[in-house]
């Protein structure tokens, strides 16, 4: 059994052009159609007519916060946003990226998406385990209820029965296939550095060949960048070309850091950043 997904795209379609015929907002972040049914892609609709454009299926699975520090600030956005994505535009909120007054949640309560380039089921395995958006303006169906819940954290059962040299193997192995063509970066709502620190010649910090030890210092460096801001969406595991695992390094980071903080990335817009936020009862464990 999954979503209903046409009645989801209706009700976006709606949504979007009153938005728009309104001027409530100047854009709408959706999805529109690719080159087949599997594929559609990042929609941008900036005229009530552009929304008959609009798509909504199984596969819109790319995280559209990424999208959103790319206007300047103060446009006036409404963004459609299942519940990772939901997550990560709190998170760039609370990093003061952008304004809650100008962005507008269309809430998109989901399950049964599908992997593009597998057409599995995508699970709590590669993502957050949630359905609902954590925060909405609008919301685009049924709050989905019934459904199995499953800790995003299960995954993690088999790396964490390893020892720390099987660890470094593991991930040795997997970074170096890496080809460095930073599809991760790409698909990542959170990573917005301009430039990023792999891409500066002044101090240079890292080669940008696709060699074991460069591979090695720009994903390491990558994750600790998002320690307690991943929101754990899974679009930089689906985006990888050779298909690395980066999922588990995220959630095994995130996992730690909830333990420590009692926070986990973007589900409140009352939080701040757990790695900018000093707490007198914070846990001392990162230091030992």
């Given at each position: 059994?999954?979503?209903?997904?046409?009645?989801?795209?209706?009700?976006?379609?709606?949504?979007?052009?009153k938005?728009l015929?309104?001027?409530?907002?100047e854009?709408?972040?959706?999805?529109?159609?690719?080159?087949?049914?599997?594929?559609?892609?990042?929609?941008?609709?900036?005229?009530?007519?552009?929304?008959?454009?609009m798509?909504?299926?199984?596969?819109?699975?790319h995280?559209?916060?990424?999208?959103?520090v790319?206007?300047?600030?103060?446009t006036?956005?409404a963004v459609?946003?299942?519940?990772?994505d939901?997550r990560a535009?709190?998170?760039?909120?609370?990093?003061?990226?952008?304004?809650?007054?100008?962005?507008v949640?269309?809430?998109?309560?989901?399950?049964?998406?599908?992997?593009?380039?597998?057409?599995?089921i995508?699970?709590?395995?590669?993502?957050?385990?949630?359905?609902?958006?954590?925060?909405?303006?609008?919301?685009?169906?049924?709050?989905?209820?019934?459904?199995?819940?499953v800790?995003?954290?299960?995954?993690?059962a088999?790396?964490?029965?390893?020892?720390?040299e099987?660890?470094?193997?593991?991930?040795?192995?997997?970074?170096?296939?890496?080809?460095?063509?930073?599809?991760?970066?790409?698909?990542?709502?959170?990573?917005?550095?301009?430039?990023?620190?792999?891409d500066?010649s002044?101090?240079?910090?890292?080669?940008?060949?696709?060699?074991?030890?460069g591979?090695?210092m720009?994903?390491?460096?990558?994750?600790?960048h998002?320690?307690?801001?991943?929101?754990?969406?899974?679009?930089c595991?689906?985006a990888c070309?050779?298909?690395?695992?980066?999922?588990?390094?995220?959630?095994?980071?995130?996992?730690?850091?909830?333990?420590?903080?009692?926070?986990?990335a973007?589900?409140?817009i009352?939080?701040?950043?757990?790695?900018?936020?000093?707490?007198?009862d914070?846990?001392?464990?990162?230091?030992?």
């Amino acid at each position: 059994m999954t979503s209903s997904f046409k009645s989801i795209e209706e009700n976006l379609k709606a949504e979007a052009g009153k938005l728009l015929e309104s001027g409530r907002v100047e854009i709408v972040l959706a999805y529109g159609r690719g080159y087949d049914e599997n594929h559609p892609m990042p929609f941008v609709a900036k005229h009530p007519s552009d929304v008959a454009n609009m798509v909504f299926n199984e596969y819109c699975i790319h995280n559209l916060a990424r999208y959103l520090v790319r206007y300047p600030r103060g446009t006036k956005i409404a963004v459609a946003v299942k519940a990772a994505d939901c997550r990560a535009v709190i998170q760039l909120i609370q990093e003061e990226k952008i304004k809650r007054d100008d962005v507008v949640f269309l809430g998109i309560p989901v399950y049964g998406m599908k992997n593009p380039k597998t057409g599995e089921i995508i699970d709590s395995k590669t993502t957050c385990g949630m359905y609902n958006p954590v925060l909405y303006d609008v919301l685009l169906g049924e709050e989905v209820h019934g459904q199995k819940i499953v800790s995003p954290y299960d995954v993690l059962a088999d790396y964490e029965a390893m020892d720390k040299e099987a660890r470094w193997a593991f991930w040795k192995k997997e970074f170096d296939r890496c080809i460095r063509c930073y599809a991760c970066r790409k698909a990542c709502p959170m990573c917005y550095c301009d430039p990023c620190f792999i891409d500066q010649s002044k101090p240079r910090w890292g080669d940008k060949s696709p060699q074991s030890h460069g591979n090695l210092m720009y994903h390491l460096t990558r994750f600790h960048h998002l320690a307690g801001r991943c929101i754990d969406c899974g679009e930089c595991s689906r985006a990888c070309p050779v298909d690395i695992p980066l999922y588990l390094f995220h959630k095994k980071v995130a996992k730690e850091c909830e333990e420590m903080f009692g926070q986990a990335a973007g589900m409140s817009i009352d939080d701040k950043p757990a790695l900018v936020n000093f707490r007198v009862d914070d846990s001392d464990k990162i230091l030992e």
